[in-house]
C-alpha cells in the first residue's frame, strides 16, 4: 500500500496571507490526525477527522481548521498567517481500528 | 493536564554504549503509550507500543520499553547502539477512553558517534 502522502512539500508565504495543505491518508484508513512539529515543542497535536467529523481538537486559535472529504483525504487551513506558524506540518493516519498512526512526510511552512 | 515529559533533549553516545531515554506521562486514566522514531530525512515511525499485558515491550532494531505503572514511565532502552540510530525519538500517550488523541513528548535528539 501506498503510504500517507502530503502536498505541497515546502511553501513559503508572508504574514496576513493563508495557506491550505492536504493530505492523503493510507488506502482504506479513515481517520487522519494533523500536528505542528517545531523545535523545542515536539508535536502538536492540532485535530483528528473520522469519517469527515472533526472527533478531537487541539489547543490551537481559530485560524487553524480543517475538514475531510469521503474519500477520507483531509486539507488544513491556516489563516492571517503569522510568523510563529512556521512549522512541519505533519499528518497522520490509522484505520480507526488500531491506535497505531502512519505518518506523513509532512509539509515545511515557512512564513516571512 | 495531560502531559508527557521527555528529560533528555540532547543524548550522545559512543557505538556500543548501552542507552535509556526516559519517559513519564501525567494521565488520570488508562493509557496506551508509544514510542516513535524519526531518522534525518525519513517519517516519523512506530518503534514499539504498549496496550496491556507484559509491561516489557521490545520493538524493532533491538530497543525495548518497559511500562511502569507506579511512576508513570515508559522508558526506552537499547542495550548496545549503533550509528544508524542517530535521530529523534517520541514518546507518546493516549487515553484508552476513546478520545484518541496523541499527547506526544518533546522528543530527545540521539547522535551515536562512530
Known amino acids: 500500500k501506498a503510504g500517507v502522502t502530503q502536498t505541497p512539500r515546502y511553501l513559503i508565504k508572508t504574514r496576513g496571507q493563508q495557506v491550505t495543505l492536504s493530505c492523503s491518508p493510507i488506502?482504506?484508513?479513515?481517520?487522519v490526525s494533523w500536528y505542528q512539529q517545531t523545535p523545542g515543542q515536539g508535536l502538536q497535536f492540532l485535530f483528528e477527522y473520522f469519517s469527515e467529523t472533526q472527533r478531537n481538537k487541539g489547543n490551537f486559535p481559530g485560524r487553524f481548521s480543517g475538514r475531510q472529504f469521503s474519500n477520507s483525504r483531509s486539507e488544513m487551513n491556516v489563516s492571517t498567517l503569522e510568523l510563529g506558524d512556521s512549522a512541519l506540518y505533519l499528518c497522520a493516519s490509522r484505520p480507526g481500528t488500531s491506535e497505531t498512526q502512519y505518518f506523513g512526510p509532512g509539509t515545511r511552512l515557512l512564513v516571512l | 493536564a495531560q502531559s508527557v515529559s521527555q528529560h533528555n533533549h540532547h543524548v550522545i553516545l559512543s557505538e556500543a554504549a548501552s542507552l535509556e531515554l526516559g519517559c513519564n506521562y501525567s494521565?488520570?486514566?488508562?493509557?496506551?503509550l508509544f514510542w516513535y522514531v524519526q531518522y534525518p530525512g525519513q517519517h516519523l515511525q512506530l518503534l514499539l507500543k504498549?496496550?496491556?499485558?507484559?509491561?516489557l515491550v521490545k520493538g524493532i532494531k533491538g530497543f525495548e520499553a518497559e511500562f511502569i505503572k507506579s511512576k508513570f514511565s515508559f522508558n526506552l532502552r537499547k542495550p548496545s547502539v549503533q550509528w544508524s540510530d542517530t535521530a529523534e525519538y517520541f514518546c507518546?500517550?493516549?487515553?484508552?477512553?476513546?478520545?484518541?488523541?496523541?499527547?506526544f513528548g518533546t522528543g530527545t535528539r540521539l547522535k551515536v558517534l562512530a
Open positions: 504498549y496496550f496491556s499485558g507484559d509491561p
Open positions: 494521565y488520570g486514566g488508562t493509557v496506551n
Open positions: 488506502s482504506g484508513h479513515r481517520s
Open positions: 507518546a500517550v493516549t487515553s484508552t477512553s476513546g478520545t484518541y488523541k496523541y499527547i
